[in-house]
């Protein structure tokens, strides 16, 4: 493999996980830089939709490397001389530098698993830690430990700034710290038709909160339900006032009472909302499937 050679500048050093580099800047950026951590030189064209398209992945990856790596860019436009030198047919084209010579790169964008894989290879398993970080800001939540999820949720966002788990996590994260003005302004900020099963759960679940803001406590309502149990309006109430103060089990139970009751009470408005739970807290959740099935043992028998 021959050492590469190019006359351009040094410049000041630039630290960025991502930068844009010029002929001035080339051989600081690209050469003396892969001496410490590898670089993907990526070059482009803003006028090239693919090479638009595909530079958002190609980030994603190397910000997951934990500093293991850098993404530098470079316009054909800006560097053609040395694309020619380098021998580049088209955009977009990538090519990895580490201790001072170009080692590999691929023309073309390439799938996203295979782009894992590369960097894998490269880097190591333990540098993409995405996943890790998710779950381990998961477990935070679980535990009521706000403050070390909404961190860990943060991290997440560095490495990936479109993540929708991240936000969905944010948005629990501050419905739990009743801090829903701040959920509703993270939620709206996010566009409507974003798909991820959790975002559009936790979604469900601010709107949930919201619609809860105002409810009354559930000793008051446990009496009137207690007094009268066929009080099906008081019971729903009830229902509702539990979801708010953090007993979904409980609220679950009482709608379920109610469609035992009268499964078409209200236009099916109790089980309309039971389903409304459900998605809030994830329809693969255990309390989800344990009240699922006693929906069922209702229904059917």
Known sequence: MAEFEINAGTGQKNDAIVKDTTMQMFKQDVIEESKSRIVFLYFYSVTDPVSVKFEPLLEKYVKLANGKAVLVKMTVEEGRAIAMQLGIRGVPTTLIFTKGNMADGFAGPVPEQQLKMLMQAL??????????????????????????AL????????KDEANQKAFAGMIRCFIAKG???????????????????????????LNLALAAQNAPKPHDL?????????????????????????????AMDELLEIIARDQKWNDDKARALLFEYFKAIGLMNPLTVEKRHKLSGIIFT
């Not at 009137?224 to 089990?249: C, E, H, I, S």
């Open 179 to 205: 801090d829903l003005a701040a959920a509703k302004d993270l939620s709206d900020g996010l566009e409507e038709n974003l798909k991820d099963s959790e975002l559009q759960a936790a979604r469900s679940a």
């Open 123 to 148: 880097i190591g398993k333990d540098a993409l830690s995405l996943d890790e970080l998710l779950k381990e800001a998961k477990a935070h939540l679980e535990n009521n430990e706000i403050d070390q």
């Open 151 to 158: 961190d860990a949720y943060t991290q997440v966002l560095e």
């Open 222 to 250: 446990a009496q009137k339900v207690a007094a009268n149990p066929d009080d099906l309006q008081a019971r729903y109430d009830l229902a509702q006032a539990l979801y708010a103060a953090g007993k979904p089990a409980e």
